[in-house]
């Protein structure tokens, strides 16, 4: 047995090898075109396109590029829509790395949980007996209106050969408020209708103070983020050697801010090449997003920041983050996460012009509120029509999962992944399901 194994790795070794000297180096403009299309029974089907255009200029940085865009319009049946762009250029300013991004998000069902992991009480059984039709369905409890204006514009320049500082703006509107009924319930059947007098998480949470009035429809906040970045990789887009480490320091400032507000962020992630050119690598992140303070905006808390190329991370939940638990399912004043992750790929091969290959993964996510927000009165609600207040703390939130990956010249990536939450496997803890029951996600490139 062990020597059949040996002798199947030499030959896959030898397969890969082969098509890695076959490999292409990219020169000029690369275009990836898709497809944006889902569905979710609160928003309906999703149906748009995105664009990915790659600049590998005279193929000197290849497998980086020099420039790249993302653009994105996606439309969802029941009134949400996104639109993005992204602009990233390592040479439109001498020496500096200069990443923008602007973000318009008008999302008429996004996810709201509470606070704190855990200490929210997530109503799985309601769940699933309106998902089965017994009862009408209760996924807008846990749903709110949020319409998200952002704008970010990044610098880079190094220090020395790994080390970098980094600097940017930021301005992001938020408009907040309860579901639309309306919306929410168009084109259901009667029966899985959401009573317009049953109330939400979001308008319990306000009518404790737990949301106060000033933060509950959101605001503007803007200002300055700075950070420095320890990166060795020997590559951006697929990673397998090296370590890429990030701290920063977010200032949403008094005067352009309704909530004045300042957090950080540390980042380490980590790339191990178990056997050589890319065949099987062993990669982890962990992450820490804290506050200084005591209070923050609750909108500006469920995120992961991200400087340089991409958005902050809707977290923690979700693909970016803790693939398998719902998106922002744990939120506090800090937050803990973590991710391993084994990248294997099988098959690498050229065509057309085109460097592909086929990437398979296994993966443990996990995530934890680290220091809560203050929920009041919650824990003695005792009349409230649906139960709200589950444990005392939050305790690790953690997943497991596999992907399949389609690459091409190893930036454009297309991601099939599927997660599920250990406490689904936990019946008889009184944690069992209170991260839902697994997810699918279809996506693109990396977590990290």
């Not at 194994?5 to 690369?30: C, D, F, P, W």
């Not at 865009?69 to 040479?91: N, V």
């Not at 300042?262 to 380490?268: A, D, F, G, P």
Request: hydrophobic letters at 35%; one cysteine or more.
């Amino acid at each position: 047995m062990k020597r059949t194994l040996v002798i199947s790795l030499m030959l896959l070794s030898a397969v890969v090898t082969k098509a890695q000297k076959q490999e292409i180096t990219k020169t000029g403009l690369n275009f990836g075109p898709l497809p944006a299309v889902a569905y979710d029974a609160d928003k309906g089907f999703q149906y748009g396109a995105i664009l990915q255009i790659y600049d590998y200029g005279d193929g000197s940085s290849y497998p980086n590029y020099d420039n790249y865009a993302y653009l994105e319009y996606s439309r969802f049946t029941k009134g949400s829509q996104l639109i993005q762009f992204q602009y990233d250029s390592k040479g439109l300013i001498p020496s500096v790395r200069w990443c923008s991004a602007i973000r318009i998000n008008l999302d008429k069902a996004f996810d709201f949980y509470g606070f704190n992991g855990y200490q929210s009480y997530y109503d799985n059984e309601r769940i699933t007996a309106g998902n089965e039709g017994q009862s009408f369905r209760f996924t807008p409890f846990y749903r709110i209106m949020k319409n998200d204006f952002s704008f970010k514009s990044d610098f880079l320049g190094r220090i020395n050969s790994q080390l970098q500082w980094e600097a940017g703006i930021f301005s992001r509107y938020y408009q907040i408020g309860n579901i639309d009924y309306e919306s929410i319930n168009k084109g259901k059947d009667e029966s899985a209708i959401f009573p317009e007098e049953c109330p939400t998480l979001y308008s319990i949470y306000r009518m404790l103070g737990i949301i106060s009035d000033k933060e509950a429809e959101g605001g503007l906040s803007s200002g300055l983020r700075l950070g420095l970045v320890y990166d060795s990789r020997d590559k951006e887009g697929a990673p397998s050697s090296g370590i890429w480490a990030e701290a920063h320091v977010t200032a949403a400032l008094p005067l352009v801010s309704k909530i004045p507000y300042y957090r950080y962020s540390l980042t380490w992630r980590q790339y191990f090449p178990l056997i050589r050119k890319d065949v099987l690598t062993f990669a982890y992140r962990l992450n820490y997003e804290g506050n200084i303070g005591k209070t923050a905006p609750f909108y500006a808390l469920p995120y992961m920041t991200a400087m340089g190329n991409g958005n902050d991370y809707d977290g923690m939940g979700g693909y970016n983050t803790t693939r398998g638990i719902m998106r922002t399912r744990v939120v506090g004043l800090d937050q803990a996460a973590y991710t391993v992750e084994l990248r294997w790929r099988p098959i690498s091969f050229s065509m057309f012009n085109q460097n592909f290959a086929l990437g398979l993964s296994a993966f443990s996510d996990g995530c934890m509120a680290t220091r809560a927000v203050d929920l009041g009165m919650l824990p003695a609600l005792t009349d409230s029509p649906v139960p709200v207040y589950g444990t005392d703390k939050d305790r690790p939130h953690i997943t497991f999962g596999s992907g399949l990956r389609f690459i091409m010249n190893e930036n454009f990536i297309v991601a099939l992944e599927y997660g599920t939450p250990l406490t689904h496997f936990l019946k008889k803890s009184p944690l069992y399901n209170q991260d839902g029951t697994g997810a699918i996600y279809i996506n693109l490139g990396y977590t990290f």
